[in-house]
């Protein structure tokens, strides 16, 4: 067995090796009771306070099916064009740790309740790929362990361990893919696009809020390579629990360089699980991976089969949303705008954000400028994402509507959006606290604009005499002479009128 850190080069692995990938996403569903027992799923409270003798795994403690959790993953299966089973069963599977109460997580095994579906994906150029779903069962969440006084956080060098077991039978799907082949190159973007479009569909189904950043959903990335030309598999690894899209991507590609290195220096792939490190963008060795034997399942023997009635997974499916891809296609037509364009409102975060600023009643250009410019820039500077900005759609309409209706320009919008994010009450607050309506009144204007021709002669003169794109200064002139608070088409008007100057 040989192992190494070294990497073969991205191109240079591709020129050599095919990369098989397969990827485990764990979604935390959003019900308010636990899988298997009636105990809360809230977040922030105390540990170990939201358990109960089932979730504790106590002798005697006898578990109930979550009906929510049932429906919400019929929902997931169908949304993934999977077959719905007509009868299915939990499964125990067996191993020992200390986040994991009874020894057992109660889950799916030979009998998922979902199966073979796939998804369509978009990539960045407008490709689509189709993943296989292998499969989409039920299962329970563990419990959380701290470890305490090691340099890295996990258990190696800790002096003690700390255990949560709030946690412990929250309801989770995990969906399986098939071996995603035929990606080549883009295999690490394809991850990247199936994890982000299958996010996507999850918050469409409102089963979770899927954020990755809390752990909501999660990803398991397993890649292996073969040789080109050839069909047989090559051993895989197993990236565990990566939490962001980004780090999807970046696993992937960072494994294929590892694995090409291990291969073409004569080494052998050991089929293991690995950590993802976010700062360096690599991976290291967990734990020799075990195969589905060695968790020794048999069915759970304190659960009765859940058999959906065919008219119940049926009312499900008239009732499921409008696909994403569906929903972007159309409102890529409707807005008309690029593929391009759509591309980077879903990687600012920002699409539901301009959907319901438009809800509110701002036009599409309206919201999305406002929404992919001053906000994405202020929500760049403050490391936030967009939807943890301290303003909301309709906040951002009601900016739109004053600037359409002439009681802002732009300029003045942007201090009045840096006001609503600075905590200083509504647009319509923050335009009254610190002064910023457009000056409207003719008189005022007028007067501005006759200042600033007696003070700026020559200038005058030339636009008198055909230059007419000099009227620029005289306008910001009077811009400067009222703070910004001007209709600069307006005093533009009123200059070239009081020189005598027709624009054409």
């Known amino acids: 067995m040989t192992?190494?850190?070294?990497?073969?080069?991205?191109?240079?692995?591709?020129?050599?090796?095919?990369?098989?990938?397969?990827?485990?996403?764990?979604?935390?569903?959003?019900?308010?009771?636990?899988?298997?027992?009636?105990?809360?799923?809230?977040?922030?409270?105390?540990?170990?306070?939201?358990?109960?003798?089932?979730?504790?795994?106590?002798?005697?403690?006898?578990?109930?099916?979550?009906?929510?959790?049932?429906?919400?993953?019929?929902?997931?299966?169908?949304?993934?064009?999977?077959?719905?089973?007509?009868?299915?069963?939990?499964?125990?599977?067996?191993?020992?740790?200390?986040?994991?109460?009874?020894?057992?997580?109660?889950?799916?095994?030979?009998?998922?309740?979902?199966?073979?579906?796939?998804?369509?994906?978009?990539?960045?150029?407008?490709?689509?790929?189709?993943?296989?779903?292998?499969?989409?069962?039920?299962?329970?969440?563990?419990?959380?362990?701290?470890?305490?006084?090691?340099?890295?956080?996990?258990?190696?060098?800790?002096?003690?361990?700390?255990?949560?077991?709030?946690?412990?039978?929250?309801?989770?799907?995990?969906?399986?893919?098939?071996?995603?082949?035929?990606?080549?190159?883009?295999?690490?973007?394809?991850?990247?696009?199936?994890?982000?479009?299958?996010?996507?569909?999850?918050?469409?189904?409102?089963?979770?809020?899927?954020?990755?950043?809390?752990?909501?959903?999660?990803?398991?990335?397993?890649?292996?390579?073969?040789?080109?030309?050839?069909?047989?598999?090559?051993t895989r690894s197993e990236t565990k629990n990566v939490n962001s899209l980004r780090s999807v991507e970046r696993a992937a590609r960072y494994e294929i360089m590892r694995h090409a290195a291990v291969l073409s220096s004569g080494g052998t792939i050991v089929q293991e699980t690995r950590h993802f490190h976010e700062d360096t963008g690599s991976t290291t060795s967990g734990r020799v991976k075990e195969e589905a034997e060695d968790y020794r399942y048999f069915p759970e023997p304190d659960l009765v089969p859940v058999a959906p009635s065919r008219e119940w997974v049926e009312k499900i499916r008239a009732a499921l949303p409008e696909t994403p891809l569906a929903r972007r296609t159309r409102l890529l037509a409707e807005w008309g705008i690029t593929a391009t364009d759509m591309q980077a409102i879903l990687n600012a975060g920002a699409l539901d954000l301009i959907v319901a600023t438009i809800d509110a009643g701002a036009d599409a250009a309206s919201a999305r400028k406002w929404w992919m410019g001053e906000l994405a820039r202020s929500a760049n500077e403050s490391g936030k994402a967009l939807d943890e900005l301290a303003i909301t759609p309709q906040q951002v309409a009601r900016v739109a509507e004053l600037v359409t209706k002439g009681d802002l320009n732009d300029k003045l919008a942007r201090q009045v959006i840096e006001g609503v994010l600075a905590g200083e009450g509504t647009p319509d607050e923050v335009v009254d606290k610190r002064g910023l309506k457009v000056v409207s009144d003719e008189g005022a204007l007028t007067a501005a604009v006759e200042e600033a021709i007696a003070g700026n002669p020559a200038i005058a003169d030339k636009i008198r005499g055909g230059k007419v794109a000099a009227v620029g200064a005289l306008v910001g002139a009077v811009m400067k002479a009222t703070r910004g608070q001007a209709d600069a088409a307006r005093v533009k008007e009123l200059i070239l009128d009081k020189l005598g100057v027709s624009e054409g």
């Not at 973007?189 to 752990?215: D, Q």
């Not at 909501?216 to 890649?223: I, K, S």
């Open 3 to 234: 192992t190494t850190t070294d990497l073969v080069p991205y191109d240079e692995a591709l020129a050599s090796y095919d990369p098989v990938m397969g990827l485990e996403v764990h979604v935390e569903l959003g019900t308010k009771t636990k899988m298997f027992c009636g105990c809360s799923t809230s977040l922030g409270a105390d540990p170990n306070s939201q358990t109960c003798p089932v979730c504790l795994g106590l002798p005697g403690a006898l578990p109930v099916v979550n009906a929510t959790g049932v429906e919400s993953a019929i929902k997931i299966g169908l949304a993934l064009n999977c077959e719905i089973a007509e009868w299915c069963r939990f499964a125990r599977k067996n191993y020992f740790y200390p986040d994991m109460p009874k020894n057992f997580q109660t889950s799916q095994y030979d009998e998922p309740i979902a199966f073979n579906g796939y998804l369509d994906v978009q990539l960045e150029d407008g490709e689509t790929f189709r993943v296989e779903i292998e499969r989409a069962h039920m299962e329970e969440d563990t419990g959380k362990s701290t470890h305490v006084g090691g340099a890295t956080g996990r258990i190696h060098g800790a002096s003690h361990s700390l255990l949560d077991y709030n946690r412990a039978g929250i309801p989770l799907i995990e969906i399986v893919t098939k071996p995603i082949v035929g990606a080549g190159e883009r295999a690490p973007e394809v991850a990247k696009a199936y994890v982000r479009e299958l996010r996507e569909v999850i918050r469409a189904l409102g089963v979770s809020e899927a954020r990755m950043e809390m752990g909501q959903m999660r990803c398991d990335v397993n890649l292996s390579l073969r040789p080109n030309g050839t069909e047989k598999f090559g």
